[in-house]
């Protein structure tokens, strides 16, 4: 009876020696491996029980070849293998949600030997066209894997009162360039948002929580940024299709919802009430002012502005 052990091993090499080369005869597979064609024949239908589709071929040219399948088996990577992918994905972190979910599923595998190269080599890699905003690599692990394990978070932000928070992580959610966490914050009883970049002194608790009933993630964080963070929030009934406004307007700046095929209601914020008017103007489309009040008033007195200035042109004036 063969050693399980060193069957599982040799498997696992054989699936190793696949993923290097398109196709390798079987005679060189068992010279690899030490083993007689037989054996390889039965180590790849182990594999093909495994979901890895190993084709066979016979003739000049033929042999073993992995091939696509319609499931995802697992990968298997060699050390540099990991490593190159790891620092790969920390630099890419910033390009969206997908990217660092697979962070977290190859660090929940990764030796600790390897994390501490990973770290070191992340610390190479910078973007060149700055438009991203620097993120510790370190610091968006440490949120990711709390909020895959389900423990409390402990940290430092900037705020009017209490710099420190403890909160009950629940998601990372990227905008453009930056990376935000939505959490429920322990000691403000609700849901929270907080941008990574501006969190320090970050560290993960020991105990775990029961996850809560939660908002959407991605749009709680999104109107949270466009607009309950400012002095005046205002809503527009705007006469286009959603699809038109939102490639007009960046997602951090509005939510742009769906009102039938050829409306959609616009959710933004600012400081200035005038700013916000101007902004929905200059995109082109009749609107209609829903909220607030006072907005309603602010058109008149605009409206009445713009029409004195073109009232004081005269025909001849731009000659």
């Known amino acids: 009876m063969e050693d399980e052990r060193g069957t599982t091993e040799r498997v696992l090499t054989l699936l190793g020696l696949l993923q290097q080369r398109a196709v390798w005869t079987g005679p060189e597979l068992g010279e690899r491996l030490g083993v007689t064609p037989r054996t390889i024949r039965r180590d790849v239908e182990r594999l093909r029980a495994l979901g890895y589709p190993v084709q066979a071929s016979n003739g000049?040219?033929?042999g073993y070849q992995l091939g696509p399948g319609h499931d995802m088996p697992p990968l298997l990577l060699d050390d540099e293998e990991?490593?190159?992918t790891a620092v790969s994905l920390l630099a890419g972190a910033g390009s969206g949600e997908a990217a660092l979910r697979a962070l977290t599923k190859l660090d929940r595998v990764l030796p600790t030997r390897l994390r501490r190269e990973v770290s070191a080599l992340s610390g190479s890699v910078v973007a060149f066209d700055g438009s991203r905003a620097p993120i510790d690599p370190d610091v968006l692990?440490?949120?990711?894997?709390?909020?895959?394990?389900?423990?409390?978070?402990?940290?430092?932000y900037p705020s009017s009162g209490s710099t420190v928070r403890r909160v009950e992580p629940y998601r990372l959610v990227a905008s453009g360039r930056r990376w935000y966490l939505l959490a429920y914050d322990l000691d403000r009883d609700d849901w929270r948002t907080f941008r990574v970049d501006r969190m320090t002194e970050v560290s993960a608790r020991s105990w775990?929580?029961?996850?809560?009933?939660a908002p959407d993630a991605a749009a709680y964080v999104q109107e949270n940024i466009a607009s309950r963070v400012y002095?005046?929030?205002?809503?527009?009934?705007?006469?286009?299709?959603a699809p038109v406004v939102r490639s007009q307007i960046?997602?951090?700046a509005a939510v742009v919802r769906e009102r039938g095929r050829s409306r959609c209601e616009v959710l933004s914020g600012a400081g200035d009430l005038d700013f916000l008017l101007m902004h929905v103007v200059v995109l082109g489309h009749a609107f209609e002012v829903?909220?607030?009040v006072e907005l309603g008033e602010r058109c008149r007195v605009l409206a009445d502005r713009l029409l004195s200035a073109a009232g004081s042109l005269s025909p001849h004036s731009a000659d």
């Open 290 to 292: 829903i909220e607030p």
């Open 208 to 213: 775990r929580f029961r996850p809560r009933s």
């Open 141 to 156: 692990m440490t949120l990711a894997r709390a909020c895959r394990d389900e423990v409390e978070l402990g940290f430092e």
């Open 250 to 252: 960046p997602a951090s």
């Open 231 to 241: 002095r005046h929030q205002a809503r527009f009934l705007v006469h286009a299709p």
């Open 60 to 62: 000049v040219g033929g």
């Open 82 to 84: 990991a490593i190159a």
